[in-house]
T-cell receptor
Framework: GAVVSQHPSRVICKSGTSVKIECRSL??????MFWYRQFPKQSLMLMAT?????????EQGVEKDKFLINHASLTLSTLTVTSAHPEDSSFYIC?????????????FGDGTRLSIL | SQQGEEDPQALSIQEGENATMNCSYK?????LQWYRQNSGRGLVHLIL???NEREKHSGRLRVTLDTSKKSSSLLITASRAADTASYFC???????????WGAGTKLIIKP
């Protein structure tokens, strides 16, 4: 159980393109979803936290107009990288959390490797 | 986010040996979690240990927690080639649900 599906797994596109990444919880309702960015050989960097039906909370230094997050339902959150540039190339991972207890683990998608040419 | 520290950064051992990874953190916590990441993939939750627990087992995994030293260890016994991955610890504070991540340990099991 607790499967999170993230699509697409890989995107290669030209500079200036906007890219949408979807994160779906397949068998549970995700009250909270998280978006991370991971650079090679590094740990995860939290970009934003989104709760269903409310605005996402962005971490310091993350541009909310650049990285648009929508969490329209309890099973779907999307991250749109607007007007992407080569410096936005990275591995983006979403995770979802069901319930509000302290001991709920996060369940991760398989990540999206974004390459901007 | 404030990150914890893990050591070693990289560990290479022979199949069948035990692998131990350590994690230290800086603030008081509600729980600590260990995750595994295969290369180029998402993370898989392995085990969660609460702040009032000292040791927890799951199959070949053994996790300890020492809140006085603000440290945890993950032991993988009888390692297999398929255990090759990066392992991350993450802490949850009492004030929010966010995970504070360690830097990770890259584990290589040589067949």
């Amino acid at each position: 159980g607790a499967v999170v599906s993230q699509h697409p797994s890989r995107v290669i596109c030209k500079s200036g393109t906007s890219v949408k990444i979807e994160c779906r919880s397949l068998d549970f309702q995700a009250t909270t979803m998280f978006w991370y960015r991971q650079f090679p050989k590094q740990s995860l960097m939290l970009m934003a936290t989104s709760n269903e039906g409310s605005k996402a909370t962005y971490e310091q230094g993350v541009e909310k107009d650049k990285f648009l997050i929508n969490h329209a339902s309890l099973t779907l959150s999307t991250l749109t990288v607007t007007s992407a540039h080569p410096e936005d190339s990275s591995f983006y991972i979403c995770s979802a959390r069901g319930g509000r207890g302290w001991n709920q683990p996060q369940h991760f998608g398989d990540g999206t490797r974004l390459s901007i040419l | 986010s404030q990150q914890g520290e893990e050591d070693p950064q990289a560990l290479s051992i022979q199949e069948g040996e035990n692998a131990t990874m350590n994690c230290s953190y800086k603030t008081s916590i509600n729980n600590l979690q260990w995750y595994r990441q295969n290369s180029g993939r998402g993370l898989v939750h392995l085990i969660l240990i609460r702040s009032n627990e000292r040791e927890k087992h799951s199959g070949r995994l053994r996790v300890t927690l020492d809140t006085s030293k603000k440290s945890s260890s993950l032991l993988i016994t009888a390692s297999r080639a398929a255990d090759t991955a990066s392992y991350f610890c993450a802490t949850v504070m009492d004030s929010n649900y966010q995970l504070i991540w360690g830097a990770g340990t890259k584990l290589i099991i040589k067949p």
